[in-house]
């Protein structure tokens, strides 16, 4: 009998193993009488707040709409510049150019993959109003080099990658003035839908957050300002206040993982993922550079192994933005990225003999067995 395929994630681990815990918070939320802004709402932003370590929570539709509204909130508009990174989805680009910013991207580290901060200098001006760093594959950028390469600029954390991930003894989602969160299904800690989240370092902005999320309303009808319907609705709040007791859990198995890959490729020619020493990376992805990738992939493939491209071109090869304005200062390192990127299986539930196999089959393909 052929072995099974060993897929590049697998959600459906996870949910088989807390299904009865879903059923109920599914049955708590149908029994109740608020389906939007209700009482798992309000506990959920509570509770990651606290695991956060961030003065609050503001749960919002997706992590691309996160990113929007954290924006607005500091005032981010047309005129502004705001500093990112290439090598990301294309929604943090999104989430500027949304604002009527101008997106300018640096060049990122080339052992994490995140912002370097030596390239922030040259690409601040007078209109430099906000630096939005990404931790990549969840390891968390160095926000302190950052703050220190841009003082008194605003710093918004895409966090899309990184719930449960640390700098120090602090999390993602503390670090920023502002952090987005995205709760995809297949994301560290996913809803059964879409979903994300602000979290806020002020009061103030919690505030100005919370009305740009619901019509533009701090009091019921009153829109005093433009707001927007990007709420997150009470299912997946009580379906995520259930995985979030799990995430410590969850990433755990995530470093399991990576630490087998590390034992079974490091005679290979992939250079494996960096881990800062003074942090806990999440392992959203494993995702390693490798010589002859296009090869490896398909011989991956062929042997049942799931593997997964991400992302294979920059911000700044897209079609959407070869008519939307940009800036770009010198990107060698991110540029060398998308040819090399392979991402490989990775989840909590991935086994021992399935970790094994995938070692197997990249020895195997580099003649390193």
């Known amino acids: ?77 047309p005129g502004d510049e705001v500093i990112t990174v290439p090598n990301t989805y294309i929604a943090t680009a999104f989430a500027i150019t949304y604002t009527g910013a101008l997106p300018v991207f640096v060049d990122v580290n080339p052992v994490s993959y995140n912002m370097d901060p030596a390239a922030i200098g040259p690409a601040l001006t007078e209109r430099t109003k906000a630096i939005l760093p990404v931790h990549m594959y969840g390891q968390v950028a160095d926000i302190d080099a950052i703050r220190q390469a841009a003082p008194g600029i605003a710093v918004v954390e895409d966090a899309a990658h990184a719930h449960g991930a640390t700098l120090g003894d602090r999390h993602a989602g503390s670090l920023g003035d502002l952090a987005a969160f995205s709760f995809y299904p297949t994301k560290v800690l996913g809803a059964l839908g879409d979903g994300g989240a602000v979290t806020a370092s002020t009061p103030d ?63 290979t020619p992939l250079t494996l993922p960096g881990e800062d020493a003074a942090g806990r990376h999440a392992y959203y992805m494993y995702t390693v550079l490798a010589p002859d990738r296009d090869a490896l992939a398909a011989h991956l493939t062929k042997r049942g192994i799931g593997n997964t491209v991400i992302y294979p071109r920059l911000v700044t090869q897209a079609g959407a933005y070869a008519n939307l304005p940009w800036r770009s200062g010198p990107i060698p390192v991110a540029r060398g990225l998308p040819e090399k990127l392979l991402s490989l299986p990775m989840f909590a539930e991935l086994t021992d003999a399935e970790i094994d196999r995938v070692g197997a089959a990249i020895s195997e393909f580099y003649g390193t067995a």
């Not at 609705?233 to 087998?260: H, N, P, S, T, Y």
Request: hydrophobic share 45%.
């Open 205 to 267: 902005l919690e505030t100005k957050v919370r009305q740009l999320r619901y019509m533009g309303q701090k009091v019921k009808f009153d829109h005093a300002i433009l707001g927007y319907q990007e709420r997150l609705d009470e299912m997946q709040a009580a379906f995520l206040r259930v995985k979030l007791r799990c995430l410590d859990e969850q990433v755990a198995g995530r470093l399991r993982v990576a630490a087998r890959y590390a034992e079974l490729l490091g005679r």
């Open 1 to 77: 009998m052929p072995d099974q395929p060993v897929p590049d994630d697998d959600i459906s681990r996870w949910h088989a193993a807390i299904a009865p815990q879903l059923r109920a918070a599914f049955e708590d939320v149908l029994a109740g009488p608020r389906f939007t802004l209700g009482p798992n709402l309000r506990a959920f932003e509570t509770e990651f707040a606290a695991y956060c370590g961030s003065h609050s929570c503001i749960g919002i539709s997706s992590g691309t709409a996160a990113l929007h509204l954290a924006l607005l909130a500091l005032g981010v508009g």
